[in-house]
T-cell receptor, first 112, second 113 residues
């Protein structure tokens, strides 16, 4: 079973920041938080991951709470092409990452 | 660098037949994982291979099997196809040095009639 809880759907206006929350209250000390997205009928795309520190890359920022029980993915300036299903996944680090347990994800609709 | 490739992209089979799907990982990646995606069950992990050995297995019947070759290419096989096997089958590759991210292919769309 997925170890995360996400809202089923969210809307965001184009050009605004999209903030996608995720609850992972049962996360263990050595588990990472991963974010992937899937645009309709394509393979999932890796976005970002982190252990306990906030992370930023060219696509997004990941904010993890101090107790690590929840996190937020931030797309700073959402575009129509960011419309997708976003998956928050908790899993092991790089030593054993072959098995990802996907939940239902959040369908983000970016509107003009 | 070329991405993960999967062949064929689309496949139509009938119940009772068997099917083999192929996945070529990104060059240098030794881990290959397979997933099944259906509208009802979402994305479900099938199995993972690393250096020709199955390292993780999901909760699927024995009709689903896989293997990995010495060049890291992987195949998965489904025998005695059922209607419920109709799905998008996704392959992902990763490297121990990639920091944990998996790179997914475009998938093979299997339809069982």
């Amino acid at each position: 079973d997925a170890k995360t809880t996400q809202p089923t759907s969210m809307d965001c206006a184009e050009g605004r920041a999209a903030n996608l929350p995720c609850n992972h209250s049962t996360i263990s000390g050595n588990e990472y938080v991963y974010w992937y997205r899937q645009i309709h009928s394509q393979g999932p795309q890796y976005i970002i991951h982190g252990l306990k520190n906030n992370e930023t890359n060219e696509m997004a920022s990941l904010i993890i709470t101090e107790d690590r029980k929840s996190s937020t993915l931030i797309l700073p300036h959402a575009t129509l092409r960011d419309t997708a299903v976003y998956y928050c996944i908790v899993g092991p680090g790089s030593s054993n990452t072959g098995k990802l347990i996907f939940g239902q994800g959040t369908t983000l609709q970016v509107k003009p | 660098k070329a991405g993960v490739t999967q062949t064929p992209r689309y496949l139509i089979k009938t119940r009772g037949q068997q099917v083999t799907l192929s996945c070529s990982p990104i060059s240098g990646h030794r881990s290959v994982s397979w997933y099944q995606q259906t509208p009802g069950q979402g994305l479900q992990f099938l199995f993972e291979y690393f250096s020709e050995t199955q390292r993780n297995k999901g909760n699927f019947p024995g009709r689903f099997s896989g293997r990995q070759f010495s060049n890291s290419r992987s195949e998965m096989n489904v025998s005695t196809l059922e209607l419920g096997d109709s799905a998008l089958y996704l392959c992902a590759s990763s490297s121990r040095t990639s920091g944990g991210e998996q790179f997914f292919g475009p998938g093979t769309r299997l339809t069982v009639l």
